[in-house]
T-cell receptor, first 112, second 108 residues
Framework: DAGITQSPRHKVTETGTPVTLRCHQT?????MYWYRQDPGHGLRLIHY???????DKGEVSDGYSVSRSKTEDFLLTLESATSSQTSVYFC???????????FGEGSWLTVV | QKEVEQNSGPLSVPEGAIASLNCTYS??????FFWYRQYSGKSPELIMF????GDKEDGRFTAQLNKASQYVSLLIRDSQPSDSATYLC????????FGAGTTVTVRA
């Protein structure tokens, strides 16, 4: 299995609080991605990174920010969590286009 | 419009039958595609990539790519109850776009 871990795996937080999810890889892969998955929508890209300090928005980036200060870590931050951000969040990594994409085990976030 | 669309499903097939899943994409520049399988509560796992027009077979799975018509399909032959899962197709460009998924149930 690819060395990719997400933390926390489960979190319940209150509306308006900041939340940070961490994706950590030991594969030294260049590309890292954050997705959210909701019933009927599949995996929707939030943000992705193509290198240290190089990030770009995906299709559902509003309300989310990311940072990648080291190759191995990609952080997803909800500045002020809302109930609509209740979801399962998956991190993914790949060495490059055309290569296998490896997924983390997911982070279940509930905003109450 | 999503870059990758999966409109079929949910799909229910009897054990031993062929399950057929379809996907269309909008970007003619997309070069390669993949199919992932996801069991409930788990992360997606790769079934196969496909790069070239035509068919690619791997065991009971056959992926088909038609670049002229911009669709990708997956056939699951001799479906088993263990194939019951959600299947995700996507384009393997730098943004890794996924379809919404098709949930397959194989009835014993």
């Amino acid at each position: 299995d690819a060395g990719i871990t997400q933390s926390p795996r489960h979190k319940v937080t209150e509306t308006g609080t900041p939340v940070t999810l961490r994706c950590h890889q030991t594969e030294n892969h260049r590309y890292m991605y954050w997705y959210r998955q909701d019933p009927g929508h599949g995996l929707r890209l939030i943000h992705y990174s193509y290198g240290v300090k190089d990030t770009d928005k995906g299709e559902v980036s509003d309300g989310y920010s990311v940072s990648r200060s080291k190759t191995e870590d990609f952080l997803l931050t909800l500045e002020s969590a809302t109930s609509s951000q209740t979801s399962v969040y998956f991190c993914a990594i790949t060495p490059g286009v055309g290569n296998t994409i490896y997924f983390g085990e997911g982070s279940w976030l509930t905003v109450v | 419009q999503k870059e990758v669309e999966q409109n079929s499903g949910p799909l229910s097939v009897p054990e031993g039958a062929i399950a057929s899943l379809n996907c269309t994409y909008s970007d003619r520049g997309s070069q390669s595609f993949f199919w992932y399988r996801q069991y409930s509560g788990k992360s997606p796992e790769l079934i196969m990539f496909i790069y070239s027009n035509g068919d690619k077979e791997d065991g009971r799975f056959t992926a088909q790519l038609n670049k002229a018509s911009q669709y990708v399909s997956l056939l699951i032959r001799d479906s088993q109850p263990s194939d019951s899962a959600t299947y995700l197709c996507g384009s393997n460009d730098y943004k890794l776009s996924f379809g919404a998924g098709t949930t397959v149930t194989v009835r014993a």
